[in-house]
């Protein structure tokens, strides 16, 4: 055996060091981040309890994730590292965990449609794949696409949950580049004319290996820096800061509304 094969023992190992559970323990819903779950939501452990669910923290070495309940139903919100390759690593290690069956992605990435501001929200229907990272896995052409009922279904969770913040939520075309600062003008301009209306560092590496495995995947990017509009990143931090923390508590609803309602 090698470890690309992932047989019980070295997916029983890999599972337990990235997210603190066997194989057999993963719930069937999982929501993850390249984030820190508690730098994403913001007072996250207080908001969980406010809306009537039960969590416990599990730390990895690396890691806090945390398992989420309520009644019979579970959901593990998890902690899957920054940039292509290493989201690459928790992305796969999840994809050969029998018990899961949905994955949701929760980011943030560079809004480059006409129409798009930031703090807005993309719940992008497919993927762009530049990420390349994946190619002794799949093919350059292999699919990169959503699940589209929880597309629906979240989608409109959210822009219920929103309404008031006065945001756009999207459903368009997403690009994931391979590394950091990898975008050019020339690039970004290219995929506006595709119709891509924001890109990352990780999804289309979620919903390719998802696509490859049979699971159910869909991603929301919050939408920070604007590229193509003169708002670069540094800038777009310190730019409409409690609004971009109100829209992760109205994801955060969305989701949970999805998971336990």
């Known amino acids: 055996m090698v470890y690309g094969e992932l047989g019980s023992k070295a997916l029983a190992w890999a599972t337990r060091f990235v997210f603190g559970l066997d194989p057999a323990s993963m719930p069937a819903r999982i929501v993850i981040t390249p984030l820190k ?3 994403y939501f913001d007072n996250f452990q207080a908001m969980i309890t406010g809306r009537g669910l039960t969590f416990k923290r599990i730390a990895t070495v690396s890691r806090s994730n945390f398992l989420v309940w309520k009644g019979d139903k579970q959901a593990l919100f998890c902690e899957g590292d920054v940039g292509a390759s290493n989201f690459a690593d928790s992305s796969y290690i999840l994809c ?7 994955i949701i992605f929760i980011g943030t990435g560079g809004g480059i449609g006409e129409n798009v501001e930031s703090a807005d929200v993309n ?13 002794i896995l799949l093919p350059p052409e292999a699919s990169a696409k959503a699940d589209l009922d929880m597309v629906k279904k979240l989608k409109g969770l959210i822009e219920e949950e929103a309404r008031s913040l006065g945001i756009k939520v999207h459903s368009r075309i997403h690009a994931t580049v391979p590394f950091f600062l990898s975008e050019t003008k020339q690039l970004l301009t290219d995929l506006q004319k595709r119709g891509v209306l924001s890109v990352d560092m990780e999804l289309s590496v979620l919903y390719g290996l998802a696509n490859h495995y049979q699971k159910k995947a869909v991603g929301i990017i919050r939408i920070g820096d604007l590229p193509l509009k003169g708002l670069p990143a540094w800038k777009s931090r310190s730019y409409k800061v409690q609004l971009k923390k109100e829209v992760h508590t109205k994801i955060l609803n969305a989701i949970t509304n999805y998971l336990f309602i």
């Open 96 to 102: 050969h965990c029998r018990n899961v069956e949905e």
């Open 123 to 135: 719940v992008p229907p497919s993927c762009i794949r530049l990420d390349k990272v994946l190619e």
């Open 37 to 39: 779950v508690e730098e």
